[in-house]
């Protein structure tokens, strides 16, 4: 079974602030998702990589497959970010995915 | 576009009642899934239909039953809820299997089981 270990837990930084979150899973992996769940609940998916970097608007996602590695950067960080950011990683399989316990980030005005 | 649907958003059960929690997806896809969320846990899989007609066990599949009705749909059911199972529950769905395609989530239903 893959484990998925995110870091930091919990993350507070000030407005415009450069913010790293970090995923890191034990077995080779086809796919890695980061999704976005705000007060309230629900879930969006923010990106699917299974290679190199993607970048979109403020969000950038990148995967280190030789060092089971993901980071999700957020760059002038705004209050609107606050939210938990769950890594979640998949097999080869027709099953679902192994969700990390999530990065609950906190921007502060 | 509604996306992915739940229904309902909020129940309360009594231990031993049943209840089934409904989802549809409006987007064609062919693989739906049900995820519980607990608190300090990350998202567990339930029971997964990898494509209309077929479903399988997940992670944490006892005490839930489920059906693919058609393409759209995809019901979880609890036939004799536990307070073990008072969770926040996810329906999600992908065009093709989790790991190639964008996952949707609709909007959680929270149950409480008294």
């Known amino acids: 079974k893959n484990e998925v270990e995110q870091s930091p837990q919990n993350l507070t930084a000030q407005e415009g602030e450069f913010i790293t979150i970090n995923c890191s899973y034990s077995?080779?992996?086809?796919?890695l998702h980061w999704l976005q769940q705000h007060p309230g609940g629900g879930i969006v998916s923010l990106f699917m990589l299974s290679s190199g970097k993607k970048k979109h608007g403020r969000l950038i996602a990148t995967i280190n497959i030789q060092e089971k590695h993901s980071s999700l950067h957020i760059t002038a960080s705004h209050p609107r970010d606050s939210a938990v950011y769950i890594c979640a990683v998949g097999l080869g399989g027709a099953d679902g995915l192994t969700f990390g316990k999530g990065t609950h980030l906190i921007i502060q005005p | 576009n509604a996306g992915v649907t739940q229904t309902p958003k909020f129940q309360v059960l009594k231990t031993g009642q049943s209840m089934t929690l409904q989802c549809a997806q409006d987007?064609?896809?062919?693989?739906m899934y049900w995820y519980r969320q607990d608190p300090g846990m990350g998202l567990r899989l339930i029971y997964y239909s990898a494509s209309e007609g077929t479903t399988d066990k997940g992670e944490v599949p006892n005490g839930y039953n489920v059906s693919r009705l058609n393409k759209r749909e995809f019901s979880l059911r609890l036939e004799s809820a536990a307070p073990s199972q008072t969770s926040v529950y996810f329906c999600a769905s992908s065009e093709w299997l989790a790991n190639t395609g964008e996952l949707f989530f609709g909007e959680g239903s929270r149950l409480t089981v008294l």
């Open positions: 987007m064609n896809h062919n693989s």
């Open positions: 077995v080779g992996i086809s796919a």
